[in-house]
């Protein structure tokens, strides 16, 4: 069973410009949610998506966005990159409904804005 | 407002040391709780998950127990290996729809 697949694994942007990440979930998991990992920050809750609606969000400004496909598949966006959005962005999948599954991480897409 | 604490920050050990790996969380209304490593640059793999109706899981050298009630868990890891270097994080899970809350984790450094 495959697991949690990011995409692209590394990229460099420069200030200002925008960047599409994607995540495939696990097979039949419908719930999918963004984490930023800075070593100043730690690891920060983005937005999660279930059946192709955002069910939560946490505190990021608007440059931040995501949506969900209908085969579960996710992708965040950020627009108008600042330096200070240089992290690791990882993302979680979990079957269910509810939060009271296992979650599964993909490896991560390292975003380096320069 | 959850809070996790994850007590000692870093920790280097010699090979075949019994390790303890403590981790507070101040909002005990969780369904889950969920036992990761990091390794640098990676992502999370998950090792253990313990339901808030259960005390303890176990995984091989690893075994993890959860006292929900006073907002604790606690990760042991038997005859520590040198592969088990890595970043633990444990992860106390409410139905908040992926808003988890992360403490700083437990730097682990286990040399031959």
């Known amino acids: 069973k495959a697991g949690v697949t990011q995409t692209p694994r590394y990229l460099i942007k420069t200030r200002g410009q925008q960047v599409t990440l994607s995540c495939s979930p696990i097979s039949g998991h419908r719930s999918v949610s963004w984490y930023q990992q800075t070593p100043g920050q730690g690891l920060q809750f983005l937005f999660e998506y279930f059946s192709e609606t955002q069910r939560n969000k946490g505190n990021f400004p608007g440059r931040f966005s995501g949506r969900q496909f209908s085969n579960s598949r996710s992708e965040m966006n950020v627009s108008t990159l600042e330096l200070g959005d240089s992290a690791l962005y990882l993302c979680?999948?979990?079957?269910?409904?509810?939060?009271?599954?296992?979650?599964?991480f993909g490896e991560g897409s390292r975003l380096t804005v320069l | 407002k959850q809070e996790v604490t994850q007590i000692p920050a870093a920790l280097s050990v010699p090979e075949g040391e019994n390790l303890v790996l403590n981790c507070s969380f101040t909002d005990s209304a969780i369904y889950n709780l969920q036992w990761f490593r990091q390794d640098p640059g990676k992502g999370l793999t998950s090792l253990l998950l313990i339901q808030s109706s259960q005390r303890e899981q176990t995984s091989g050298r690893l075994n993890a127990s959860l006292d929900k009630s006073s907002g604790r868990s606690t990760l042991y890891i038997a005859a520590s290996q040198p592969g088990d270097s890595a970043t633990y994080l444990c992860v106390p899970q409410r139905t908040s729809y992926g808003k988890l809350t992360f403490g700083q984790g437990t730097i682990l450094t286990v040399h031959p």
């Open positions: 979680a999948s979990s079957p269910g409904a509810g939060n009271t599954g296992e979650l599964f």
